[in-house]
């Protein structure tokens, strides 16, 4: 329906059923993947292909780059990182409700480098890309076709790499579970014809708001876990 958020239910559900988190973020990555795949296959006339490109090199380039910052904190607990990226979430969206500014066609380039490389960074460093390239698309006054489309075919691209890296991480047995994400797609296609026809009906401000409130949710639910292991 909004062109992200599939790991925002997926993760939380999959981690209460004891799968560990390299397991869980495999199988996510996979379902995610094959997702924004029929995503952009249904909206592939408004997706802007060049732009997709040159997002889904200057990520996958700094995927790595993030994946060897997590490998030299060593020392720093993943739900630390996590609780700072959530708080940077937050605050954000926060920025962007208060100040509300107005979508622009064009925007300079160093706005998109900047969420190019954010999202490949933190998502190679914690598996959370998708925020800087949300709220990059979103100070776009793009309809919102166009708007899911891009961020559909940024993420489908991507996700190939992200295994690569996840295979590389923990070793080419993490890929079983990439092939048991394969094995859902008829429930994950079946997601998509619900959600499809709800995101081509919404007009772009009110995605918008969907999306802000996606956004934020994910913040939360990267600093609430945290916050209750550290009480503990």
Same mark, same amino acid.
């Given at each position: 329906?909004?062109?992200?958020?599939?790991?925002?239910?997926?993760?939380?559900?999959?981690?209460?059923?004891?799968?560990?988190?390299?397991?869980?973020?495999?199988?996510?990555?996979?379902?995610?993947?094959?997702?924004?795949?029929?995503?952009?296959?249904?909206?592939?006339?408004?997706?802007?292909?060049?732009?997709?490109?040159?997002?889904?090199?200057?990520?996958?380039?700094?995927?790595?780059?993030?994946?060897?910052?997590?490998?030299?904190?060593?020392?720093?607990?993943?739900?630390?990182?996590?609780?700072?990226?959530?708080?940077?979430? &937050?605050?954000?969206?926060?920025?962007?409700?208060?100040?509300?500014?107005?979508?622009?066609?064009?925007?300079?380039?160093?706005?998109?480098?900047?969420?190019?490389?954010?999202?490949?960074?933190?998502?190679?460093? &914690?598996?959370?890309?998708?925020?800087?390239?949300?709220?990059?698309?979103?100070?776009?006054?793009?309809?919102?076709?166009?708007?899911?489309?891009?961020?559909?075919?940024?993420?489908?691209?991507?996700?190939?790499?992200?295994?690569?890296?996840?295979?590389?991480?923990?070793?080419?047995?993490?890929?079983?579970?990439?092939?048991?994400?394969?094995?859902?797609?008829?429930?994950?296609?079946?997601?998509?014809?619900?959600?499809?026809?709800?995101?081509?009906?919404?007009?772009?401000?009110?995605?918008?708001?969907?999306?802000?409130?996606?956004?934020?949710?994910?913040?939360?639910?990267?600093?609430?876990?945290?916050?209750?292991?550290?009480?503990?």
């Amino acid at each position: 329906a909004a062109g992200f958020g599939f790991a925002l239910f997926a993760t939380p559900m999959l981690l209460w059923l004891g799968l560990p988190l390299q397991n869980v973020v495999t199988l996510v990555a996979t379902c995610s993947m094959l997702q924004a795949a029929i995503g952009a296959g249904k909206l592939r006339e408004m997706i802007p292909w060049r732009l997709v490109g040159t997002t889904t090199i200057v990520r996958i380039i700094f995927m790595a780059v993030g994946l060897f910052v997590l490998k030299r904190l060593a020392g720093l607990h993943i739900a630390q990182v996590r609780l700072v990226i959530g708080v940077i979430i &937050c605050l954000l969206v926060a920025l962007q409700l208060l100040c509300r500014p107005q979508p622009a066609a064009h925007l300079a380039w160093y706005w998109g480098a900047l969420a190019y490389i954010g999202s490949g960074l933190l998502g190679g460093i &914690c598996g959370m890309g998708g925020p800087p390239l949300v709220l990059w698309a979103m100070a776009h006054d793009w309809p919102s076709k166009k708007m899911r489309g891009f961020l559909f075919g940024a993420f489908a691209a991507t996700g190939p790499a992200q295994l690569l890296f996840l295979s590389i991480s923990f070793g080419p047995a993490i890929l079983w579970h990439a092939a048991c994400g394969c094995a859902l797609l008829p429930m994950v296609y079946l997601g998509s014809l619900v959600g499809m026809p709800i995101g081509n009906s919404l007009n772009a401000e009110r995605l918008r708001w969907i999306a802000y409130a996606i956004l934020a949710a994910i913040g939360i639910s990267a600093i609430v876990p945290a916050l209750l292991g550290a009480g503990k």
